[in-house]
């Protein structure tokens, strides 16, 4: 991916990794504050260029996201990010309520960590 992006992410790897190379936001917080913070910058004209629900982990199952979006903000809001982020917070609080996110270890959570940033790292290479 050669457009200038902005990667905002709750997951520790993925701020350490990329904060040399993108403007990374750091939300401390779980995956729902992630997606209304990328809400809060679609609504501002930034469009959404990797899907935040992108693996076939359930949004339940693991405590990390990292999407990109981009750095430039347009004056017209993206409809499809608007869409792409609303659908991607039903769907998340849908299997929250329904399934709670498991205590995971601390090995299991790097693991999280690393397959979240390895799948955000090959979409912008």
Known sequence: MKEPSIIITNNPMSKER???AFV???IEGNVIEVFNR???Y???GHRILTHPLMSS???NETPYRTVAISKKSEEIT???SVILIENSIMTTNKFLNDFSTPNWSDKILLDFQL???DLI???LN
């Open 38 to 40: 990328i809400r809060d």
């Open 78 to 80: 993206d409809i499809n």
């Open 42 to 44: 679609v609504h501002k």
């Open 115 to 117: 397959i979240d940033y």
């Open 57 to 59: 982990i359930k949004p």
């Open 18 to 20: 990329f904060s040399e």
């Open 121 to 123: 790292y090959h979409a």
């Open 24 to 26: 990374v936001e750091y």
